[in-house]
């Protein structure tokens, strides 16, 4: 299959700071990607749709300005999670749709720790 | 009413057991059913995809749905200890954005 790659794998950050998380597609070009958040015990919730060249498209009650999302090239989106606080801590996850776009690959994901 | 309902188990089941998971939708628009395979602390692994109504077979895994009863069913045959993990039905519209169940939980024992 497909796929997809996630930088860092984890990442420990002290409250105020913003990292960046890094998705790329790593043998297809994907026009559009997916970055999803999953909390311990509940399922991928989707914040926002990045979309190559044009801005990213977020669900409602995702926070624009925290989570920044670039899509600077076909095979690589970025997530920045800016002034993260300890409620960020998550597993995120990016996903890039192949084909038709009916089918999602998943990177391995990224834990985000904030102290 | 969620638009996928899955029981989160834990489902526990012995070595060489008949897996059997289900989902149900109510969002008649969903047209790509899928079913992922996610280790912990690891993304999803895309498992099976179908599209029609029916079943769709691929080694020990059986993916089954039912679009007038808005039903899907994955069958895990000769069950593994390292088919351990929780499994994630998902489903699309054809718009790219897909919806998730919120996973169920499975163990077998050796």
């Known amino acids: 299959g497909a796929v997809v790659s996630q930088h860092p794998s984890w990442v420990i950050c002290k409250s105020g700071t913003s990292v960046k998380i890094e998705c790329r597609s790593l043998?297809?070009?994907?026009?559009?990607m997916f970055w999803y958040r999953q909390f311990p015990k509940q399922s991928l919730m989707l914040m926002a749709t990045s979309n190559e060249g044009s801005k990213a498209t977020y669900e409602q009650g995702v926070e624009k300005d925290k989570f920044l999302i670039n899509h600077a090239s076909l095979t690589l989106s970025t997530l920045t999670v800016t002034s993260a606080h300890p409620e960020d801590s998550s597993f995120y996850i990016c996903s890039a749709p192949t084909g038709a776009g009916e089918t999602q690959y998943f990177g391995p994901g990224t834990r985000l720790l904030v102290l | 009413q969620k638009e996928v309902e899955q029981d989160p188990g834990p489902l526990s089941v012995p070595e060489g057991a008949i897996v059997s998971l289900n989902c149900t939708y109510s969002n008649s628009a969903f047209q790509y059913f899928m079913w992922y395979r996610q280790y912990s602390r690891k993304g999803p692994e895309l498992l099976m995809y179908?599209?029609?109504?029916g079943n769709k077979e691929d080694g020990r895994f059986t993916a089954q749905v039912d679009k007038s009863s808005k039903y899907i069913s994955l069958f895990i045959r000769d069950s593994q200890p390292s088919d351990s993990a929780t499994y994630l039905c998902?489903?699309?519209?054809?718009?790219?954005?897909?919806?998730f169940g919120i996973g169920t939980k499975l163990q077998v024992i050796p």
């Open positions: 179908t599209y029609s109504s």
């Open positions: 998902a489903m699309a519209g054809g718009y790219q954005k897909v919806t």
């Open positions: 043998d297809f070009q994907a026009t559009t």
